[in-house]
């Protein structure tokens, strides 16, 4: 029902395809991130256009609304949210470890707050399988802990504790429609990392989170840190890079051996104005753009950029219509959809070193230091 | 470049067609409202999937912002909202009158404070005429009084500066590719209404709206006032319902004469969670449709009601994401312009009558009262 298929390798950077029961990913991938259920702003239909192949859902979230129960009794999570495509679901231990003060961790789960009311909810590793298998995603992820990248001292007793979640959270799996993957985690240091990978190759999941990283660690110890995962994880399966969607931290990803890849950036900054364009970010608020026809990225195939000049966009996010949130979203997920397709097909030609390189300088300085 | 072609009558309603320089339009026509360049939500590629034809832009608020100079840089509103279809501008009047405390009027025109910032600005016949021809749209307003309707004393003075105002923004208009309209006031007296009617044909504008009404009056006094109006302006041109959208009231305006209406109904509806259907309005953010699995309105052909369940639809509302806003809105254009649509075929086919009496008993108890 699922298996991974590499075409083509340069260097360290792979074109694959990832079957799932859903259909197939044509990796690297970016996934748009559709938290509670849809991706902010834009329709199913809108993602077909736009390319997507597999999106995510948030357990965490969708655990407290609607539920995963009334999910479940809906038809699952495709059927309810009408995404007939891949689906992968997070474990909810990133969000309910972003709940800082609001959560407390023991070795059997997590007892922590809603955000929404306040009310007390308890995630273990079994009760996020559960939930993610109400929810019904092709892939699903071991619940892990997120812990704090730069301190060894903590890492090595959170990463004993995650390997021992993901080994309760395979026993707890039932679903043979879903693809389990593990996670592996160890901050920004070597030593941990590699011993994460190794423990969590033993159990054999189909797929790999590479988790804790882009939560605030240097640019410098984040791609080193990938390096140490591409050596360590075994190169028949998928990786997933969670939670990065810099576009400059895609390529550099890609560029080490990563293929799947996730973030709320690009609908994030759309609602916050910010577009990304080939040249770098834009800020469509500014008063350069009142009176400026061209399209938010010359050259950009998205509905928004065939259609709409920045002047009209920048009066829409001024006056704060919703149909400039929408553009926005829609042109920030088709630039990094569009981008992973172009990296693909550069794997395939075996010329994406020379794309990366020409691609990160034309970005500019928004690139590996953002 | 402009002309109003009577298809078909039953009694009172008239199936006919208006062209513009931007197309035809067939009425009876609801117009969705673009207050600020954008019907709320929806994109062009949507309106244009859901049969509209010609929309409203909101002269006051494009004043204001982004500026009617700026727009008519970009090459008028057409052009900068893209929207190539035609488009119908009102005065501001409405807007301005709207303002109540904010505002100070004389016979030359009105000072108004911004709501935005408190700025000073004045209208006056010849400004607004001015402003919408920088905007551009193929039908322009005259800048008129809305006043109390139920003041007859008020109404007399009122009405008086009505027909001053439309002769001058006749003798201001300057562009042969807009039409301008007419407003007739005079409240909810027959006198002042036949009297108004007969100022306002005198100048022979090329259409002519019905002001005034569906702001506060009894549907009663509205539909006796609709039907002065009917037996009071020319058979030949074009009569424009202002302000008017109730599914109901749509049905009654037809029934008396009327071709065109305009209301933010549809889109205000949508944002608070209020969705038409066939049997009358509901709330979508009901608990009782938590788990209904049926469309928004069982048998609506819309994007919305085929893709996506009342349920999905509620819990979108319920945790505030942008695409549920989305959906209600094009559901509730969609439900009103598919009854224009409906509505235009039974008056060709002699069943007009048959069809209201069926649509509105369905319809029930939020009907004529609503």
Redesign the interface.
């Known amino acids: 029902m699922f298996s991974f298929d590499i075409h083509h390798t340069e260097r360290r950077s792979r074109a694959a395809v990832f079957h799932t029961p859903h259909g197939d990913v044509l990796t690297p991938v970016f996934m748009p991130v559709g938290t509670?259920?849809?991706v902010?702003?834009?329709?199913?239909?809108d993602l077909t256009e736009l390319g997507a192949t597999m999106i995510l859902g948030n357990t965490y979230?969708l655990y407290l609304?609607?539920g995963d129960e009334?999910v479940a009794?809906?038809g699952g999570l495709h059927q309810?949210?009408?995404w007939n495509n891949p689906i992968l679901t997070d474990s909810g231990g990133f969000q309910v470890f972003s709940l800082s003060e609001m959560r407390k961790i023991d070795d059997q789960g997590v007892t922590f707050k809603s955000h929404l009311d306040g009310s007390m909810h308890r995630l273990t590793p079994e009760k996020s399988i559960k939930i993610q298998e109400n929810l019904g995603a092709d892939v699903i992820m071991c619940f892990d802990e997120c812990p704090p990248p730069t301190d060894h001292e903590y890492n090595v007793i959170s990463m004993a504790r995650t390997h021992a979640w993901a080994e309760r959270c395979k026993a707890a799996h039932t679903r043979t429609d879903q693809a389990l993957f593990g996670i592996v985690q160890g901050g920004v240091f070597r030593d941990l990392r590699e011993e994460s990978a190794r423990a969590i190759n033993a159990l054999d999941f189909l797929g790999h989170g590479i988790g804790g990283l882009a939560v605030g660690e240097s640019k410098e110890a984040m791609l080193a840190t990938i390096e140490w995962m591409d050596a360590s994880l075994p190169e028949h399966k998928p990786r997933y890079l969670m939670g990065v969607g810099e576009p400059t931290d895609l390529i550099n990803g890609v560029a080490r051996g990563m293929d799947m890849f996730d973030c709320v950036l690009p609908t994030r900054l759309a609602r916050h104005g910010a577009a990304f364009t080939h040249t770098g970010r834009i800020n469509m608020r500014n008063k350069a753009f009142?009176?400026d026809?061209q399209p938010i990225d010359p050259g950009c195939a998205c509905?928004a950029c065939t259609?709409?000049?920045r002047?009209?966009i920048r009066?829409?996010l001024?006056?704060e219509?919703?149909?400039g949130?929408?553009?926005m979203s829609l042109h920030n997920v088709h630039f990094l959809i569009q981008l992973m397709g172009e990296i693909r097909q550069a794997i395939l030609a075996d010329r994406f070193e020379t794309f990366a390189t020409g691609w990160l300088a034309r970005y500019g300085g928004t690139g590996t230091t953002a």
């Open positions: 509670q259920a849809t902010k702003a834009i329709a199913p239909r979230h609304r609607p009334l009794r809906r309810f949210m009408r009142e009176e026809d509905y259609t709409f000049t002047a009209y009066h829409l001024h006056v219509e919703i149909l949130l929408y553009l």
